[in-house]
């Protein structure tokens, strides 16, 4: 059975999701911070793509600062050539870490972890959206939230198996040489919006299938 795909992130008013060369930059604010803290709280698994890891090392948990909650979701990356480092902050959780991968990889076992740690790969060299919800419906996940990056979003907004978009807008224009919130599209998707609401200084834009 497919998960319900839920896509997540902020971004600048001008649609930039990091700074020039991929700095992060913090575009929520408290008020949305609260939100995703509880969003996360109410999914099995985050999901995300292996730069975003490499990149920003999170830890994809619910931070009791915003929300309260002893919910600790399971994290998905999504990773073709398994190149995550190992050091990376997700590992150190009780929980399950998935690594989806290409079908040519060189594997590793991952040794002393405190996470779980499930390899899962596709036929094709870079896992396509198809093969991550199958593999994720598989092992019976039934909410997953996207929270990046760029190709991650993309991915899943072109396949049309993503439910629900969420995107905070923060009251800051970063210019064209921030990193757009989506990589080049095939084709133009057309959606509608569910609700724009103001979120603090910002405002969340809400959408559904």
Not at 37 to 45: F, I, K, N, Q, T
Request: glycine letters at 6%.
């Amino acid at each position: 059975m497919k998960p319900y795909i839920h896509i997540n992130f902020a971004c600048s008013i001008d649609g930039k999701i990091a700074l020039e060369g991929g700095r992060p930059y913090k575009f929520s604010n408290l008020e949305d911070l609260q939100r995703v803290h509880r969003l996360r709280s109410e999914v099995d698994a985050i999901l995300v793509g292996k730069n975003t890891i490499n990149n920003d090392d999170p830890k994809l948990v619910v931070n009791p600062k915003y929300y309260s909650s002893d919910k600790v979701p399971d994290a998905v990356v999504l990773d073709s050539r398994l190149q995550i480092k190992e050091s990376a902050r997700v590992f150190d959780y009780n929980r399950k870490v998935i690594l989806i991968t290409g079908s040519d990889i060189n594997f590793n076992n991952f040794k002393n972890k405190r996470a779980e740690v499930l390899v899962k790969r596709c036929d094709s060299p870079r896992p396509g959206v198809d093969c991550i919800v199958k593999i994720l419906g598989d092992l019976e996940y039934k909410k997953i939230l996207v929270e990046g990056g760029k190709s991650v979003i993309t991915s899943f907004l072109e396949s049309q198996f993503w439910d629900e978009i969420s995107i905070f807008y923060s009251p800051v224009f970063v210019g064209d040489k921030g990193v757009s919130m989506l990589d080049s599209m095939i084709t133009v998707k057309n959606v509608t919006l569910n609700t724009v609401t103001s979120l603090g200084n910002g405002f969340l834009v809400t959408i559904k299938r």
